[in-house]
C-alpha cells in the first residue's frame, strides 16, 4: 500500500483545514486507514481512523467533535476535516494503513505516508 498524505498548512486558531490521503496499491474497502499527529518533542498519537467494509470510524478524546475522518471511495482518498484548530493541534500529521484492524497504536501499522506540517498559531 503506498500513502500519500496532503494539506497541512499554517493557519490561526479557529480555522479549518482539511488534509488528504490518497492510497494506491490495495482495494480500498479492505484496508483501514488513521491519522497520526506527532507534535514536537513528543511521541506520535493516534488521531482518528477509518476503514473496513462498514466504514467505522474512531477518534481520539482530544479531537472528537472538532475532526471529521472520510472517504471517497471513487478517489481512494481518505480525509480528514479539522475544524476549530487550536494551537496544541500543532503537528507532523500522518496517515496510516493496516489490513487487519483500526489500531490505536503507530507501532502496529505497516504502512505510512510522508508526514505534513499542520501548525497553528495562537
Known amino acids: 500500500v503506498q500513502l500519500q498524505a496532503s494539506g497541512g498548512g499554517l493557519v490561526q486558531a479557529g480555522d479549518s483545514l482539511r488534509l488528504s490521503c490518497a492510497a494506491s496499491?490495495?482495494?480500498?474497502?479492505?484496508?483501514?486507514i488513521a491519522w497520526f499527529r506527532q507534535p514536537p518533542g513528543k511521541e506520535r498519537e493516534f488521531v482518528a481512523g477509518?476503514?473496513?467494509?462498514?466504514?467505522?470510524?474512531s477518534y481520539a478524546d482530544s479531537v472528537r467533535g472538532r475532526f471529521t475522518v472520510s472517504t471517497n471511495n471513487a478517489k481512494n482518498t481518505v480525509y480528514l476535516q479539522m475544524n476549530s484548530l487550536k494551537p496544541e493541534d500543532t503537528a507532523v500529521y500522518y496517515c496510516a494503513a493496516n489490513s487487519a484492524y483500526l489500531y490505536t497504536t503507530a507501532r502496529l501499522y505497516r504502512y505510512w505516508g510522508q508526514g505534513t506540517q499542520v501548525t497553528v498559531s495562537s
Open positions: 477509518i476503514g473496513g467494509s462498514f466504514g467505522g470510524t
Open positions: 496499491g490495495r482495494t480500498f474497502s479492505s484496508i483501514f
